[in-house]
């Protein structure tokens, strides 16, 4: 019988806890550190004192995927509520429905087509001269054309991620979904819906095993090295580990202004704007991340949002990934590669946009990973997935 590792956990969301739950399941200890003060990371969700309202303190966070073994796992360690996500875009004024579906042109062109009448226009309007897009815009105005681009992606874009659309890669659009049909379920994965509990709940029965030991407001700073430890698995931001000797790689962070309003106040989820001229990218409104609370709250807490350069203390949420920044991650790969006894996971770990799905089912590759290294008497690697 393999005899137990005693791994440190660097990092207490999503992918930190899988890791941990999944080793001691296995018969490990797990040690998980957290600088915050919660578990869950950035999904971190609570009751806001005033209101009563679940708040997703970072920011909306929803489940949506298409694996069923990520789904089962996640509805073992909490109910998960049915909710279908539908966000609106206020463009000069107007409220449109996202993403770009058949009401959306309908409404915006002042038409009443039938899908095959839309999509005729629609391609009508793209740019086709561009046989193989390489940027946003060139990838949007092949997409939808040029009104509709200027419209509703341009502007949002731009606030975004801080940079003129013409600089950033194609894929990022390539996500969006364009629909001939009246259908404004922003995703359109099998399975969707939010914990009745929060995140947090969730992430606190991943975590509930005798294997595994959680400690809060502590830093892999404050740790004696890695004595006592046979392997570590960090989630934080890889050049961080580095102690950004090569430099920083680029991240967004987000801040968030508050509010607690008297009543309902946009009646709905999410509200995009637009318009290059607004300062904020959304407003939110938690009260309807709950539906199954409705009527419950007399009051209504709302976050306006506002994307920003992440900064040294700032939280980063989503990394930037242009040309300069892919050569540094090629640099800072071939350091971590070279770095004995550590795994680099998550999203921060390696500088990708990871779903929460996404996280769950690359924290299962990584238990696994480092369990079979185990048995078979040698280190795990640095990195499971490809960059």
Same mark, same amino acid.
């Not at 303190?57 to 796992?73: K, L, M, Q, S």
């Not at 089912?361 to 238990?367: E, I, K, N, P, S």
């Not at 480092?370 to 490809?386: C, G, L, S, Y």
């Given at each position: 019988?393999?005899? =137990? @590792?005693?791994?440190?956990?660097?990092?207490?969301?999503? &992918?930190?806890?899988?890791?941990?739950?999944?080793?001691?399941?296995?018969?490990?200890?797990?040690?998980? *550190?957290?600088?915050?003060?919660?578990?869950?990371?950035?999904? $971190?969700?609570?009751?806001? %004192?005033? &209101?009563?309202?679940?708040?997703?303190?970072?920011? =909306?966070?929803?489940? $949506?995927?298409?694996?069923?073994?990520?789904?089962?796992?996640?509805?073992? $360690?909490?109910?998960? !509520?049915?909710?279908?996500? /539908?966000?609106? +875009?206020?463009?000069?004024?107007?409220?449109?429905?996202?993403?770009?579906?058949?009401? &959306?042109?309908? /409404?915006?062109?002042?038409?009443?087509?039938s899908p095959k009448e839309a999509q005729t226009f629609v391609q009508g309007l793209a740019e086709c001269d561009v046989d193989d897009p390489t940027t946003f815009e060139e990838q949007a105005l092949k997409f939808v054309g040029r009104d509709i681009y200027e419209a509703f992606f341009r502007g949002y874009t731009l606030k975004q991620w801080g940079l003129e659309p013409k600089r950033l890669p194609a894929s990022i659009l390539k996500r969006l979904p364009l629909r001939f049909t009246y259908d404004d379920n922003y995703f359109a994965h099998g399975f969707q819906g939010i914990p009745r509990d929060g995140y947090t709940a969730a992430v606190d029965s991943i975590l509930d095993h005798p294997n595994i030991v959680v400690r809060l407001s502590t830093t892999a700073e404050n740790l004696d090295g890695d004595a006592?430890? #046979?392997?570590?698995?960090? &989630?934080?931001?890889?050049?961080?580990?580095?102690? $950004?000797?090569?430099?920083?790689?680029?991240?967004?962070?987000?801040?968030?202004?508050?509010?607690? @309003?008297?009543?309902?106040?946009?009646?709905?989820?999410?509200?995009?704007?637009?318009?290059?001229?607004?300062?904020?990218?959304? *407003?939110?409104?938690?009260?309807?991340?709950?539906?199954? %609370?409705?009527?419950?709250?007399? @009051?209504?807490?709302?976050?306006?949002?506002?994307?920003?350069? +992440? @900064?040294?203390?700032?939280?980063?949420?989503?990394?930037?990934?242009?040309?300069?920044?892919?050569?540094?991650?090629?640099?800072?790969?071939?350091?971590?590669?070279?770095?004995?006894?550590?795994?680099?996971?998550?999203?921060?770990?390696?500088?990708?946009?990871?779903?929460?799905?996404?996280?769950?089912?690359?924290?299962?590759?990584?238990?696994?990973?480092? %369990?079979?290294?185990?048995?078979? #008497?040698?280190?795990?690697?640095?990195?499971?997935?490809? !960059?």
């Open positions: 019988m393999l005899k =137990p @590792k005693n791994i440190l956990i660097v990092g207490a969301g999503f &992918t930190g806890a899988v890791v941990a739950r999944k080793l001691a399941e296995a018969g490990h200890m797990a040690t998980v *550190i957290d600088e915050r003060g919660h578990v869950a990371g950035n999904c $971190h969700t609570a009751r806001d %004192e005033e &209101t009563g309202v679940m708040v997703h303190v970072y920011g =909306p966070h929803i489940f $949506h995927t298409d694996n069923a073994r990520v789904w089962e796992f996640i509805n073992h $360690h909490c109910e998960m !509520m049915p909710y279908r996500h /539908q966000v609106r +875009a206020n463009v000069g004024g107007k409220i449109f429905s996202m993403p770009i579906n058949l009401h &959306t042109i309908n /409404q915006f062109f002042s038409t009443s087509m006592g430890y #046979d392997h570590v698995v960090y &989630t934080g931001s890889l050049d961080r580990y580095f102690d $950004h000797t090569l430099g920083r790689l680029a991240y967004r962070t987000l801040r968030f202004e508050k509010e607690v @309003k008297d009543a309902p106040y946009q009646g709905t989820a999410v509200l995009n704007y637009c318009d290059v001229d607004v300062p904020f990218t959304r *407003i939110t409104e938690h009260m309807y991340f709950a539906p199954w %609370e409705a009527g419950k709250f007399d @009051k209504s807490v709302i976050y306006t949002e506002f994307s920003e350069t +992440a @900064k040294a203390g700032d939280i980063p949420y989503y990394p930037v990934r242009l040309v300069d920044d892919m050569a540094m991650l090629d640099s800072y790969v071939s350091l971590a590669n070279a770095t004995s006894g550590v795994t680099f996971a998550g999203r921060l770990g390696t500088y990708a946009y990871l779903d929460m799905d996404v996280s769950i089912a690359r924290a299962f590759d990584v238990a696994e990973h480092i %369990e079979t290294a185990f048995a078979q #008497d040698r280190k795990p690697d640095a990195f499971v997935h490809e !960059m």
